[in-house]
């Protein structure tokens, strides 16, 4: 495509991170954020795949011409899902069982050009290894108020980004949105 012909990427997700990446990648877009229904029962890689899809699915149909752009992401302890706590005890009860192990992170992605209906999910791992945390430490964490919204109870790019001492796979992927899958499948769609 050309630049007078490009579609306007529509990313169907109000999270701050993902407009970060975005931002670095130099990508023009827009926000309309889904209501799609994020109820799953499944393998974590599946899930984020199936989840990513039906967000991407509910914005496409808003729009005429657009690359719509949606995401999940999920942690996962040994394929126990560990989704957003949302309390400081279910905080605290995940950030002791991440202490001082692997975990891994899946992103998926749904891209679809609404003008030919073309879409295109992947999805991506990412392993994470926590240090071992003190009790202290949990709870000086927790008291921030960032491991509440984020899936498994902290952020990379935040304050919880001290706890990880090593990570196999893409950074952006743990952050919510991978770039080098992005621009895959960017190209695959020949956007």
Known sequence: ??????????????????????DLMGLPYT????????????APRDMVLELSR??????AAR????????????VCDEERILGKPGTPERARAMLRELSGKWHSVFTGMTLINTQTGKAI????ETRVHFVE???????????????????GAYGIQ????MFIDRIEGDYS??????MALLRGMLMEMDA
């Open 158 to 161: 935040g304050q919880g980004g």
């Open 63 to 74: 729009h005429e011409r657009a690359l719509v752009l949606a995401a999940d992401t999920t």
């Open 121 to 124: 999910s992947r999805a991506e």
């Open 173 to 178: 992927c743990v952050v919510g949105l991978p």
């Open 54 to 59: 039906r967000k991407a699915e509910a914005v």
């Open 31 to 42: 926000v309309d954020v889904s209501q799609a229904d994020e109820s799953f029962d499944g």
């Open 1 to 22: 495509m050309t630049a007078s012909n490009r579609l306007l990427i529509v990313l169907a997700s109000g999270s701050p991170r993902r407009k970060e990446i975005l």
């Open 133 to 151: 945390m003190t009790p202290e430490e949990i709870e000086a964490y927790i008291a921030t108020g960032e491991p509440l919204d984020k899936a």
